[in-house]
T-cell receptor, first 115, second 115 residues
């Protein structure tokens, strides 16, 4: 498949547990973004990676959230000590480069439920 | 503060009818504006992109307009189909010089088309 893929599609976890979400971007896309979408809310920017540059982490809501990307491939978003307010759909997107001129292609998202 | 506001929040129309969705933004500096369609359980997909100098752009039955002076955009859907039922999200890009590409998302308009 040529699109952005994410796994798992659904994740249910207990409060206090750590979770790791995975994103496989489109091959050749140097930019990768993570967003959070709470029920009935708009997309909330979390972090983006551009090539080997330092990531823009300005959207991460707390130090419980972190993300890594290996080169220009897979990225993982880790949430430590999950809280109920972390329940949301986490969307990943990739684009050829950063910049509004480059369309972001979104994955299907991971629906996280913290009980 | 950079914001994107959409109206209405939700809309129900009958199949075959037309509708218009609104987007107002305060994002500055402005780079471009996109309308995305997000089907339930899927990631958003870009419908149109408009830059500062463009007033209108069409994609099939979708026509977007942009008034950069008043910072308003609209998405007009003609002859609606059941498959148009989705959330329509207005996204404004503000390129911040060398750091590029921060996107600002509206909360979306949830459109439901009834047979």
């Amino acid at each position: 498949g040529a699109g952005v893929s994410q796994s798992p599609s659904n994740k249910v976890t207990e409060k206090g547990k750590d979770v790791e979400l995975r994103c496989d971007p489109i091959s050749g896309h140097t930019a990768l973004y993570w967003y959070r979408q709470r029920l009935g809310q708009g997309l909330e920017f979390l972090i983006y990676f551009q090539g080997n540059s330092a990531p823009d982490k300005s959207g991460l809501p707390s130090d419980r959230f972190s993300a890594e990307r290996t080169g220009e491939s897979v990225s993982t978003l880790t949430i430590q000590r999950t809280q109920q307010e972390d329940s949301a759909v986490y969307l990943c997107a990739s684009s050829l480069r950063t910049g509004g001129d480059y369309e972001q292609y979104f994955g299907p998202g991971t629906r996280l439920t913290v009980t | 503060k950079n914001q994107v506001e959409q109206s209405p929040q939700s809309l129900i129309i009958l199949e075959g009818k037309n509708c218009t969705l609104q987007c107002n933004y305060t994002v500055s500096p402005f780079s471009n504006l996109r309308w995305y369609k997000q089907d339930t359980g899927r990631g958003p997909v870009s419908l149109t992109i408009m830059t500062f100098s463009e007033n209108t752009k069409s994609n099939g039955r979708y026509t977007a307009t942009l008034d950069a002076d008043t910072k308003q955009s609209s998405l007009h859907i003609t002859a609606s189909q059941l498959s148009d039922s989705a959330s329509y999200i207005c996204v404004v890009s503000s390129d911040r010089g060398s750091t590029l590409g921060r996107l600002y998302f509206g909360r979306g308009t949830q459109l439901t088309v009834w047979p």
